[in-house]
């Protein structure tokens, strides 16, 4: 069965470092993964998706990621962090012959100032 | 692109009474999922529609739980005789053609049962 985790329910970082928010994934064959946030009593905004190639994957507001096949994981990260970046953190994996969305549990991200 | 639209924002019934949400999708996407969203959970799966056609369901989607997509455009989710239980967030996407282009989610409808 396919499943995602994300073992941190929360991450805090100040302004201006570094972030990683962690992701691993169980899918058999080859996994389309996909980030998302969300902000407070809004719907999921598509950041980024893994499907093919490049293991460094490059998307909306800085943000990129990096498929890791041996280890089955897929970190978000950002070189730099801002306070606007706060909010919950969606992890999703589909197979190839699925169309539902397995998502993770979410991760808040705090960045202070 | 204007988006995925859901209405209504938010729904109070009390248990037992009928719900029904409606879901406009991109115009020019002809994949409809529905989701359920709980408190400190990610979104679940329920259904998925490609054009009118109702493809995929999910265990979740009890008998008191119907979809529709009549016209290949919108999307209605009905739930009868609500239970305390379905209090969540539900939320719509949409997405085009293969399957791994990314699904783009509405602001949801939030269902609170008294």
């Known amino acids: 069965a396919q499943s995602v985790a994300q073992p941190e329910d929360q991450v805090n970082v100040a302004e201006g470092n570094p972030l990683t928010v962690k992701c691993t994934y169980s899918v058999s064959g080859n996994p389309y993964l996909f980030w998302y946030v969300q902000y407070p009593n809004r719907g999921l905004q598509f950041l980024l998706k893994y499907i093919t190639g490049d293991n460094l994957v490059k998307g909306s507001y800085g943000f990129e990621a990096e498929f890791n096949k041996s280890q089955t994981s897929f970190h978000l990260k950002k070189p730099s962090a801002l306070v606007s970046d706060s909010a919950l953190y969606f992890c999703a994996v589909r197979d190839q012959a699925g169309t539902a969305l397995i998502f993770g549990k979410g991760t808040t991200l705090s960045v202070s100032s | 692109d204007t988006g995925v639209s859901q209405n209504p924002r938010h729904k109070i019934t009390k248990r037992g009474q009928n719900v029904t949400f409606r879901c406009d999708p991109i115009?020019?996407?002809?994949?409809l999922y529905w989701y359920r969203q709980t408190l400190g959970q990610g979104p679940e799966f329920l259904t998925y529609?490609?054009?009118?056609?109702?493809?995929?369901k999910s265990r979740l989607l009890s008998d008191r739980f119907s979809a529709e997509r009549p016209k290949g455009s919108f999307s209605t989710l009905e739930i009868q005789r609500t239970e305390q239980g379905d209090s969540a967030m539900y939320l719509c996407a949409s997405s085009h053609g293969s399957s791994n282009q990314p699904q783009h989610f509405g602001d949801g409808t939030r269902l609170s049962i008294l």
């Open positions: 115009s020019e996407h002809n994949r």
């Open positions: 529609f490609q054009n009118e056609a109702q493809l995929e």
